[in-house]
């Protein structure tokens, strides 16, 4: 039962921190009524100075000024304070949930060391296979100096027209590779099991 009161806690408090689109709905309508509120009293000032209604209505808003510009800046100035105080929502709602998440924990302890080694043995694991695949995969053999500049050479043999698959070189094609200006070294691999070159 404490648990379903502490989970509807935590909820309530997420939700506070996510309503921004009706706050924003909120603010729109409170702008709206601020400035009508302030061009009434201005025409009901006027008027009681003998304006007619029109020129009392026309005067407030030119008294007022640009109304774009007036409700751009108190939006602005709103929205502000609305970032400061959701800002502060989700501060004190993360707080709450940490200091929930504390609180589970310690009452058990037994799944606190269970959660802890499988999260040590999760990461320790994946260090593992990173290292393994980057020696295998992403880096170059510790012997090789300049990785880009190897170049694999493929020998492909034709017998009467047609070509011979796992085709194998002879030593003396290995020497004509050797010769070739602009390789450094040649090595011969064979995918063939036991098989020569």
């Avoid at 379903?4 to 689109?21: D, G, P």
């Avoid at 990785?147 to 011979?164: C, I, K, N, P, Y």
């Avoid at 995918?191 to 020569?196: D, E, H, R």
């Amino acid at each position: 039962m404490t648990e379903l009161k502490e989970t509807n806690r935590v909820m309530a408090a997420l939700r506070r921190v996510f309503q921004f689109r009706s706050m924003r709905d909120d603010l729109e309508t409170e702008l709206d009524a601020e400035i009508h509120e302030h061009l009434r009293r201005t025409r009901e000032e006027l008027r009681a100075t003998g304006f007619s209604a029109v020129d009392a209505q026309r005067e407030a808003e030119r008294r007022f000024g640009n109304m774009d510009r007036h409700r751009l800046a108190m939006r602005r100035a709103d929205l502000q304070r609305g970032r400061k105080a959701r800002r502060s929502r989700l501060v004190s709602a993360t707080l709450e949930s940490l200091r929930y998440a504390t609180r589970c924990l310690r009452a058990s302890p037994g799944v606190t060391l269970t959660v802890v080694a499988t999260i040590a043995l999760g990461v320790g694991a994946n260090a593992t296979m990173f290292g393994i695949i980057d020696r295998l995969l992403l880096s170059p053999p510790e012997h090789v100096v300049d990785a880009e500049d190897v170049v694999r050479l493929h020998v492909q043999r034709t017998f009467l027209g047609r070509l011979l698959t796992g085709a194998t070189i002879s030593y003396l094609d290995y020497r004509d590779f050797v010769g070739i200006p602009g390789l450094d070294d040649v090595v011969a691999v064979s995918n063939v099991p036991g098989g020569g070159m």
